[in-house]
């Protein structure tokens, strides 16, 4: 009896090392990223900026591989729930990191309470409502909101530039909304009038009729425009020899604007704006990312500095990261206990340092910057 015993324990003994001995399964992470549309550039430059975060992490967290599964959207709702559902349903993944854009981060708000197993660490997207209507238990953001973005960029540009007087050219969907909101709260305080709003739809390719309507008598005039469409209105303003001074949301005032080729983007030389980056800030930490970034794509395949798109979808990542490693990357329990661990998450992130407000939003650092002109053009 003793020697069957004693046999039976070393056969358990053996099969517990040979489990102990097995390769751990790939830990599968979703990435929602808008690689088509007017808003492409910033999705592909997001993707470098989680790719970047990985592999300073070895390619791994808490010891498990990693795989990012990759989803495009265009940056509108619809393309970002058909991509998630893709993840979810085929790809099994319980880990989102995105969207991108603003009305794609309202509605993966709203899926995440449809799937409360799934995690969703929102990795750009700027709408105010997304976290602070209807807030998602299984949805966090580690990046600031539009109108948080423009936080004193009102109060300076009327008191400091001197612009009593604006109009408003903006895409028609929620970022930009917000980023007007959040603008005009601490303009029209100040003193400030905006006496035209113009909005366009998201990939706009035609902007004569809409510079034709920029009233004579403003001062300057708000773009809410990113990607392609920043691009496009410059091109086709500079074009009419206009002389109109800006003022500039946080995505048209990026690299993924300011490093776009032609000469059209000299036009914003001498522009203000605010947002979470500030490519000229005198950090450590920053000027470090910056060298990361840099060194890890050659020059033609990415900015001349990385833009908010890659800080936040990086940040994004370490979030993640960092509230994974405190549960081993054990996501058993539906994910239960890596988001109570997500929500404690601080990071000293290079454009600052991050925290999430009870909603499981961010607070993080606003720059106010201007655009000046290099000495290489």
Not at 331 to 356: H, M, Q, T, Y
Request: glycine share 12%; net charge neutral.
């Amino acid at each position: 009896m003793r020697k069957a015993l004693m046999a039976a324990v070393a056969a358990c003994a053996l099969i517990a090392a040979g489990g102990t001995g097995q390769a751990q399964e790939k830990l599968k992470i979703g990435v929602l990223a808008t690689l088509s549309g007017a808003l492409t550039s910033g999705g592909e430059d997001g993707v470098r900026g989680a790719q970047i975060a990985l592999k300073q992490r070895g390619g791994k967290i808490a010891g498990r591989e990693v795989e990012f599964i990759i989803a495009a959207t265009d940056a509108s709702p619809d393309s970002a729930l058909r991509a998630a559902r893709k993840l979810v349903e085929q790809d099994k993944v319980q880990v989102i990191l995105g969207p991108l854009s603003g009305s794609e981060g309202i509605a993966m708000r709203d899926y995440s309470k449809t799937v409360p197993n799934v995690t969703v660490i929102d990795a750009s997207s700027g709408a105010l409502e997304t976290t602070y209507v209807n807030p998602s238990p299984n949805y966090f953001r580690f990046n600031s909101n539009g109108a948080m973005w423009m936080a004193g960029l009102g109060e300076y540009v009327f008191k400091d530039k001197g612009y009593k007087k604006l109009a408003v050219i903006g895409e028609d969907y929620s970022f930009p909304y917000t980023q007007v909101f959040g603008f005009a709260l601490g303009y029209c305080k100040a003193g400030g009038q905006i006496v035209q709003r113009q909005w366009v739809p998201l990939g706009t390719k035609d902007f004569g009729s809409v510079i034709a309507n920029i009233p004579d008598d403003v001062d300057a005039v708000f773009l809410g425009l990113g990607g392609g469409d920043a691009v496009n209105f410059l091109n086709q303003y500079g074009q009419t020899g206009g002389k109109a001074k800006f003022v500039g949301g946080s995505i048209m005032v990026d690299q993924t604007v300011l490093s776009s080729r032609g000469a059209a983007k000299k036009l914003l030389v001498g522009t203000p704006s605010s947002g979470g980056v500030a490519d000229a800030w005198d950090d450590p930490k920053w000027k470090a990312w910056v060298k990361a970034y840099q060194d890890a794509f050659p020059a033609d395949k990415r900015f001349a500095s990385p833009s908010l798109f890659a800080t936040n979808y990086y940040n994004a990542f370490n979030g993640i990261a960092t509230g994974l490693e405190k549960v081993n990357a054990d996501l058993s329990d539906g994910g239960a206990k890596f988001r109570a661990e997500l929500a404690k998450v601080e990071l000293d992130a290079p454009n600052g340092p991050i925290k999430l407000d009870d909603d499981r939003q961010a607070i993080a650092t606003t720059f106010i910057t201007e655009v000046v002109e290099a000495s290489n053009g």
